[in-house]
């Protein structure tokens, strides 16, 4: 079978919110003399994430996947 | 202190400074500063967090965030993805500045999932199918499905009761030695296998269903063919379904030792 492009909303949720590099911290700090900021809005994501493991947003799989065939219109291309 | 900073989006191979468009977050032109041959992808914002109490923006943040990533992962192969809302303060020469002293780390990174990709593997199962199976081949509960039968209505309705609490565990055993033979399947063709245990959601799609697991893959790309075949495999077996999804950036696996 061959793999699909298709990822729901919880998916991509849990893939930037709890995976991926991070530098170090969700408030202001400095390492090794560069000042860094990395904030997140995990209050308002996770709640999103918990309605989505329990079903509540449904079609949310319908709604990605219209965001993203919008983009694939409206962004400019990338090439050099 | 400067009031410009840089949102990341990902680490590419790569040594030009281009200007990728307006794909950012909130149509934010995205291009890359350049060390050497590693590049960061970045918009310029201001120097705070991106912050809301609005969960469909917010929504919209995350899916602009991974749209950026895709797009880089088709202009430039592997790329070393960061989590949502990362923000360096400082101008390009401070990415400059922190992409040199990390160099290292970053190559050895980008190298070692160079031409690799994450693929997400779920593996569903027909509950009602496993547990007639189940039954079936279990004299214990076989033996309290006939004594139901002849108990009267109020005790039969407990007997029932404790029956399906029974099978329901003897499924869930059965269930776990299938998922784990199967990590160890699909473990053979990977790099990496991760099985995920966060989250239980199951799409639209397989909702007659129960999750069985889910695993992140590390997938050479030379091997994800050898992965579809052995997919396909367990997905012609009788109660199951497999959705198999990717490439995506490796984020499950990405490890640059705390840069």
């Known amino acids: 079978m061959e793999p699909e492009r298709e990822s729901c909303l919880v998916e991509v949720l849990d893939r930037l919110l709890n995976k991926g590099v991070v530098l170090n911290a969700d408030l202001i700090i ?51 | 202190m400067s009031d410009e900073a840089k949102y990341l989006y990902c680490i590419a191979r790569e040594h030009e400074e281009l200007q990728l468009g307006n794909i950012g977050i909130e149509e934010k032109m995205v291009y890359t500063i350049a060390q050497r041959d590693v590049a960061a992808l970045v918009h310029s914002c201001p120097p705070e967090p991106y912050n809301t109490g609005d969960k469909a923006l917010a929504e919209g943040w995350v899916l602009e965030h991974s749209y950026v990533i895709d797009q880089a992962m088709k202009k430039f192969g592997t790329v070393l993805p960061f989590s949502f809302d990362v923000i360096i303060k400082g101008n390009d020469d401070v990415i400059r500045e922190w992409l040199d002293r990390n160099y290292e780390r970053l190559q050895k990174e980008l190298e070692r999932l160079a031409d690799r990709a994450e693929y997400s593997v779920q ?78 959601f199951v799409p639209e799609k397989y909702k007659d269903k129960k999750l069985m697991a889910t695993f992140s893959c590390l997938v050479h790309r030379d091997n994800v063919d050898v992965l579809g075949l052995a997919l396909e495999k367990i997905n012609c077996l009788d109660g199951l379904a497999v959705r198999f999804t990717g490439p995506w950036a490796p984020f499950s696996f990405v490890d640059t030792g705390g840069v």
Not at chain 1, 49 to 71: F, I, N, P, S, V
Request: a negative charge; glycine letters at 6%.
């Open chain 1, 30 to 80: 400095t390492v090794a003399g560069i000042p860094m900021i990395g904030i997140n809005l995990r209050a308002v994501l996770a709640s999103m994430e918990t309605m989505l493991d329990y079903g509540m947003m449904e079609d949310c799989d319908k709604a990605t996947r219209e965001w993203y065939a919008r983009q694939k219109c409206m962004v400019p291309s990338m090439n050099r």
């Open chain 2, 123 to 200: 593996i569903f199962y027909d509950y009602d199918m496993y547990a007639s199976k189940v039954l079936s081949g279990n004299c214990d509960l076989l033996a309290l499905k006939e004594k139901i039968d002849e108990q009267s209505r109020g005790k039969a309705y407990l007997l029932q009761r404790n029956l399906d609490l029974k099978l329901k565990d003897a499924v869930s055993s059965n269930v776990e030695k299938l998922a784990e033979q199967f990590g160890l399947e699909i473990g053979s063709i990977a790099d990496e296998v991760k099985a995920e245990e966060r989250h239980s």
